[in-house]
């Protein structure tokens, strides 16, 4: 259903975000756990957050001169599997999406042992932390609902699931009207190994190393 022609939808969106109580994902720094300085070309600068998968890393790539984020997958899976992961990972990578509302995927691979992708860097706030200005007023908040709903609508007419949309995967940009979605077609990779990734219970602050359940 088109997100944005449903009269409930905006409603029911602010009231998952704002009203229900959804735990905020736990920050991660990965104690027990090594991670390479580097992905690729990406040099690694400090970690900036963290999610049921594994943790994201602030990097920059020096042959362009750009910041990237890195998200690198912290699961329990045999070297095989870590394999399959890349490679589907890379086929996310080769066929980012084009709607300006959706953080483009921009490259993938595997650092050692960690399969990862790259995205761009999107500056801005978190929506769980950008409410907190925004407040619950609609008026302020509506915009950024209606973005979400047409990132949503874009992503699945593009054939891209998400499975697991979180406020920490929706970045609002300070002071303008620029709202972003992020992790589109992840889960989908995941699954390709046959396995179900964690789901939106799973994103509990004592669920600090999930690991995927085979089905």
């Not at 720094?29 to 990406?42: E, I, K, L, M, R």
Request: glycine share 10%.
């Amino acid at each position: 259903a088109n997100l944005l022609h449903s009269t409930r939808a905006v409603p029911a969106v602010l009231q998952f975000f704002c009203c229900t109580g959804v735990s905020p994902l736990p920050f991660e720094d990965s104690v027990g756990s090594t991670f390479p300085s580097a992905f690729g070309s990406y040099r690694v600068l400090h970690q900036i957050g963290s999610g049921v998968l594994g943790p994201v890393f602030r990097t920059y790539e020096p042959q362009v001169d750009r910041l990237v984020a890195v998200k690198a997958f912290k699961l329990d899976l045999v070297p095989e599997d870590v394999a399959r992961l890349a490679d589907a990972l890379r086929r996310l990578a080769s066929n980012p999406s084009t709607h300006p509302g959706i953080v483009r995927v921009l490259d993938a691979g595997l650092e050692g042992t960690s399969p990862f992708v790259a995205m761009e860097y999107a500056s801005g706030e978190s929506l769980d932390v950008a409410m907190r200005d925004l407040g619950q007023g609609l008026g302020r908040v509506l915009p950024v609902l209606i973005d979400i709903a047409r990132a949503v609508d874009a992503a699945w007419a593009e054939g891209r699931g998400h499975g697991a949309l979180h406020p920490r995967d929706v970045i609002v940009s300070p002071g303008s009207p620029d709202t972003r979605l992020t992790g589109f077609g992840i889960n989908s990779a995941v699954e390709s190994l046959g396995a179900r990734p964690p789901g939106p219970r799973d994103r509990q602050p004592h669920h600090r190393h999930a690991l995927l359940q085979q089905r």
